[in-house]
């Protein structure tokens, strides 16, 4: 990666959306126009929206390096259909795009609004500290955020989001789902690679060595109560999520990122989560950081050609999760 890259996120994510804007009935999602002139997609809130929508949103949010497809899987024979996703620019499209590390909050009395922002618009921003670490720039004129809601943010928010993208507000697209639709847990559930990459960040594992990657993830199913299906989106990775990367670097460090990855390695492991986050009640940092994982996780050492595992699937907290 350099300072000038030859790939803008922001730019192959504007292609992506206009074919989601052109197929809007097909997808069940509404398309319309802010207050100031942004382009609004609903994919789950008054619009129906659908799994289909869902995983063109996670494309969209990997900053269009990334290939997201639903296929059926034997590991979770009660959970057949597995969100695979693959990335050859995995630092990229999962920590400078994909991941959810932008806090958007208006605490207007009357109207308070809190969300946590994704997709490639961070790459304009780089707003969070997490950029401190990525070299990764992006310039476009146009830039798309996809947000966990259930309702459009205010035209604060949105003004402030163009502001920090240096881009005007009609040259912004914001697509927002709520969890609990089928868009919204079929691209939460798309992030199983990142959630890997964002782990072996946070051990000191550096991104730019993880040149390769791929993921998979049984998709859950919806649930009407947030809590609940916040909890079965992120069990669907937790308890059988399954991530292989491709590193480079000594063996011994890829040995160390293999054991220490897996969801199995936090404190907090055992339970479902949506049981875990009402003890706590509702408070996140109260939860071990550690344990937003895949499962299982294989590492190669592309100088040794050694692979190492660690992990496994646990069937019986996956189906307590999702029943």
Known sequence: MTTVPALSVNERSATLVARMVGNAQELRIGVSRGELGETLIDAGSKNPGSIAAGIRIAEICMGGLGQVELLPSLATPRWPWSVIVRSSNPAIACLASQYAGWRLADETPEKSFFALGSGPARALARREPLFEDLRYIDKAACGTLVIESGLPPPTKIV???AQHCRIKPENLTIIFAPTQSLA????????????????????????????????????????????????????????????????????????????????????????????????????????????????????????????FQSGEIDLELLNASFT
């Not at 993921?215 to 669907?236: E, K, Q, S, V």
Request: contains cysteine; hydrophobic residues 45%; aromatic residues 8%.
């Open 159 to 161: 003004a402030t989001v």
């Open 184 to 307: 919204g847990c079929t691209q939460i559930v798309a992030r199983v690679l990142e959630v890997a990459l964002h782990k072996a960040h946070e051990l000191g594992f550096s991104p730019e060595r993880i040149i390769d990657g791929m993921g998979a993830a049984p998709l859950c199913p919806p649930h009407p109560d947030f809590i609940t299906a916040m909890g079965r989106t992120n069990d669907a990775i937790i308890f059988a999520g399954q991530v292989q990367l491709y590193v480079t670097g000594p063996a011994n460090e890829a040995r160390v990122l293999a054991e220490k990855l897996p969801s199995k390695a936090s404190r907090d492991y055992g339970r479902p989560f949506s049981e875990m986050f009402r003890q706590v009640k509702g408070d996140f940092y109260a939860i071990d950081p550690m344990l937003f994982s895949p499962a299982k996780i294989t590492v190669i050492a592309l100088e040794t050609g050694e692979t």
